[in-house]
């Protein structure tokens, strides 16, 4: 009788696969679900922090910064663009340009027939020219993300997607309408002098709408 003898490769074969999982796996480390969201994350761009970036950057930012809002108006009527150029900032072409303004004046009017609060402005009108009125968003609603966007230190480029820098605006709008409520309460009579933000993508047309953002 006589037996086949198994070739030498199909004998070696599993030895062969044996010690290859044996070094694969002695050079394997076993990580945390922690480390490995870590591992994930690197590289990611999460964005800053909006408590951080709108206490100690923003509030300071706007009140510094702030132009007459008369003279602001007046220019924006004159040549939209050169006004943008001059007293505005727009991050791109695909953003409005952002106006920071000073809102000096009396407030003439309150609406809160609706959530998007809002406090009519008549401004102090050095010259005597015609009145001009300011609307301040009070919330609780606020519309737009004029105040992200009209602050140079935060750039598109800082998120890793648009959901994450849409919801950065939305934090920085919750502070934004936290703040008002806590210190800004106002009503007819009162005389305000207010830093805060309009946007817009062309010359005034209708009610100026502007994010208050710091005042005295």
Same mark, same amino acid.
């Given at each position: 009788?006589?037996?086949?003898?198994?070739?030498?490769?199909?004998?070696?074969?599993?030895?062969?696969?044996?010690?290859?999982?044996?070094?694969?796996?002695?050079?394997?480390?076993?990580?945390?679900?922690?480390?490995?969201?870590?591992?994930?994350?690197?590289?990611?761009?999460? =964005?800053?922090?909006?408590?951080?970036v %709108?206490?100690?950057?923003?509030?300071?930012?706007? @009140?510094?910064?702030? /132009?007459? $809002? &008369?003279?602001?108006?007046?220019?924006?009527?004159?040549?939209?663009?050169s006004?943008c150029?001059?007293?505005?900032?727009?991050?791109?072409?695909?953003?409005?340009?952002?106006?920071?303004?000073r809102?000096?004046?009396?407030?003439?009017?309150?609406?809160?027939?609706?959530?998007?609060?809002?406090?009519?402005?008549?401004?102090?009108?050095?010259?005597?020219?015609e009145?001009?009125?300011?609307?301040?968003?009070?919330?609780?609603?606020?519309? =737009?993300?004029?105040?992200?966007?009209? %602050?140079?230190?935060?750039?598109?480029?800082?998120? @890793?997607?648009?959901? /994450?820098? $849409? &919801?950065?605006?939305?934090?920085i709008?919750?502070?934004?309408?936290?703040?008002?409520?806590?210190?800004?309460?106002?009503?007819?009579?009162?005389?305000?002098?207010?830093?805060?933000?309009?946007?817009?993508?062309?010359?005034?047309?209708?009610?100026i709408?502007?994010?208050?953002?710091?005042?005295?």
């Amino acid at each position: 009788m006589f037996y086949r003898i198994p070739a030498l490769r199909t004998l070696l074969l599993p030895i062969i696969l044996g010690l290859g999982l044996t070094l694969a796996l002695a050079g394997c480390h076993v990580v945390t679900d922690t480390e490995l969201a870590a591992i994930r994350s690197q590289g990611q761009h999460h =964005g800053p922090d909006p408590v951080q970036v %709108f206490n100690s950057q923003l509030v300071p930012y706007a @009140d510094k910064n702030a /132009k007459p $809002a &008369a003279l602001v108006v007046g220019a924006l009527t004159q040549n939209f663009d050169s006004a943008c150029k001059q007293y505005g900032f727009r991050q791109s072409d695909a953003f409005p340009c952002n106006f920071w303004i000073r809102v000096q004046g009396k407030v003439t009017r309150i609406d809160d027939s609706s959530r998007v609060g809002k406090a009519y402005v008549e401004l102090t009108q050095a010259s005597g020219g015609e009145p001009v009125d300011i609307v301040l968003q009070m919330g609780p609603v606020i519309v =737009g993300t004029g105040v992200r966007d009209g %602050f140079p230190g935060i750039r598109y480029s800082d998120f @890793d997607d648009q959901t /994450k820098f $849409a &919801a950065f605006g939305q934090e920085i709008n919750k502070l934004v309408v936290a703040r008002v409520q806590h210190s800004l309460k106002l009503k007819v009579g009162d005389a305000v002098d207010v830093a805060a933000v309009y946007s817009s993508w062309s010359e005034p047309a209708g009610e100026i709408r502007a994010i208050p953002v710091a005042w005295k």
